[in-house]
């Protein structure tokens, strides 16, 4: 069971908005200010490693296109993407760090399925 | 181009071990902090160990603790992850990672080497 909670799966049509949502607690997402706890977002196309798409809870490395959009709230963040393209079809994993486990801290990971 | 890749991987019997390499190249491998992230077979992402740039200090998840071993040579631009004991929930792909210090995030990543326990 994974620290940082993700739905399993999302869908969407092309075209449409959809978010995926990364929970966690007081000691990691939630823990305060520190860049320690800042949130971050990897893309992992099938079969291939995965890729930083967000970092910092909203910032988009160069190249990564501006569908892709990220926020943090309390103990929770979220990722955008709006107009769903069928390359978007892949896992999502949000990151932060956990004062608890002392540990880089993953979500379960989220499936995209673009309808 | 930033690069990492991995190498070592493969078939080893339960309480066997395994000795992973990552050799960077396209920037200075010295300044960076490096980690090891695994994947089971169709599971999530799970932090496995870190190493800072000077080698120490050196952190590792509770799972792999006393078992595994992160060590570099910042002369040969490598990173290394000894695994010994390992168990059949070892298997996964390993991939080396790297993170900037004073931030929290990983890249590049390597693009992976299999790890298999099993008799």
């Known amino acids: 069971q994974s620290v940082l909670t993700q739905p399993p799966s999302v869908s969407g049509a092309p075209g449409q908005r959809v978010t995926i949502s990364c929970t966690g607690s007081?000691?990691?997402?939630?823990?305060?200010?520190?860049?320690?706890?800042?949130v971050h977002w990897y893309q992992q196309l099938p079969g291939t490693a995965p890729k930083l798409l967000i970092y910092g809870n909203s910032n988009r490395p160069s190249g990564v296109p501006d569908r892709f959009s990220g926020s943090k709230s309390g103990t929770s963040a979220s990722l955008a993407i709006t107009g769903l393209q069928a390359e978007d079809e892949a896992d999502y994993y949000c990151?932060?760090?956990?004062?608890?486990?002392?540990?880089?801290?993953f979500g379960g990971g989220t499936k995209l399925t673009v309808l | 181009e930033v690069q990492l890749v991995e190498s070592g991987g493969g078939l080893v019997q339960p309480g066997g071990s395994l000795r992973l390499s990552c050799v960077a190249s396209g920037f200075t491998f010295s300044n960076y902090e490096m980690n090891w992230v695994r994947q089971a077979p169709g599971k999530g992402l799970e932090w496995v160990s870190y190493i800072t740039s000077s080698g120490s200090p050196i952190y590792y998840a509770d799972s792999v603790k006393g078992r595994f071993t992160i060590s570099r040579d910042n002369a040969k631009h490598s990173l290394y992850l000894q695994m010994n004991s390992l168990r059949a929930d070892d298997t996964a792909v390993y991939y080396c990672a790297r993170k900037t210090p004073g931030t929290s995030w990983f890249d590049p990543w390597g693009q992976g080497t299999l790890v298999t326990v099993s008799s």
């Open positions: 007081s000691s990691n997402i939630g823990a305060g200010y520190s860049v320690h706890y800042d």
């Open positions: 990151q932060s760090y956990d004062s608890s486990l002392s540990a880089w801290v």
